[in-house]
T-cell receptor, first 113, second 110 residues
Framework: DADVTQTPRNRITKTGKRIMLECSQT?????MYWYRQDPGLGLRLIYY???????NKGEISDGYSVSRQAQAKFSLSLESAIPNQTALYFC????????????FGSGTQLSVL | GQSLEQPSEVTAVEGAIVQINCTYQ??????LSWYQQHDGGAPTFLSY????GLEETGRFSSFLSRSDSYGYLLLQELQMKDSASYFC???????????FGKGTTLSVSS
């Protein structure tokens, strides 16, 4: 089984709909992250959490919210999806003093029509 | 602010050596990481340099010069399977999240 699991793998939704992407991990890491990937733009940080009570905004948090339900679970929500949120979304956990080693899930491809 | 610059594309032939450069601008610095991502896959960790110098892991090596705000990933004895995107990443503060460069697409031909 994968150590970092994202659901769903693919999702097509319509503009204005609320959508939640889920992430769970069995690595026992406290630190979890959500990144977005667009062609040519690399990976951009949306939100991160270093424990259940800690939530931090990343580079591009506008239009997104997160919930850290437990050490193992970190979900990303789009309250009202718009087409430019069409992207590949990755959840990750980390280890290392500088959080230098990330472990990524397989990604969720989201299309907003 | 924080930014990392990498070339967008690099091409090479099997058996060759290729160097992917990364320059960064950050108000603080806590090491440089490298990741590999194959088409359709998730990024995977390759290496990390906290201090100046060369780190070697098999065919891959990574170098860091903090005084020059510069690092590189060196891939030797290239194989077709090395065709992928490579990302450098760093954090500007201890205990914060990694910020990534836009990535370098490496194409290896026979």
């Amino acid at each position: 089984d994968a150590d970092v699991t994202q659901t769903p793998r693919n999702r097509i939704t319509k503009t204005g709909k609320r959508i939640m992407l889920e992430c769970s991990q069995t690595k026992g890491h406290d630190r979890m992250y959500w990144y977005r990937q667009d062609p040519g733009l690399g990976l951009r940080l949306i939100y991160y959490s270093f424990d259940v009570k800690d939530i931090n905004k990343g580079e591009i948090s506008d239009g997104y919210s997160v919930s850290r339900q437990a050490q193992a679970k970190f979900s990303l929500s789009l309250e009202s999806a718009i087409p430019n949120q069409t992207a590949l979304y990755f959840c990750a956990t980390s280890e290392g003093a500088a959080n230098e080693k990330l472990f990524f899930g397989s990604g969720t491809q989201l299309s907003v029509l | 602010g924080q930014s990392l610059e990498q070339p967008s594309e690099v091409t090479a032939v099997e058996g060759a050596i290729v160097q992917i450069n990364c320059t960064y601008q950050t108000s603080g610095f806590y090491g440089l990481s490298w990741y590999q991502q194959h088409d359709g896959g998730a990024p995977t960790f390759l290496s990390y340099n906290a201090l100046d110098g060369l780190e070697e892991t098999g065919r891959f090596s990574s170098f860091l010069s903090r005084s020059d705000s510069y690092g590189y990933l060196l891939l030797q004895e290239l194989q077709m399977k090395d065709s992928a995107s490579y990302f450098c990443a760093n954090s500007n503060q201890a205990g914060t999240a990694l910020i990534f460069g836009k990535g370098t697409t490496l194409s290896v031909s026979s």
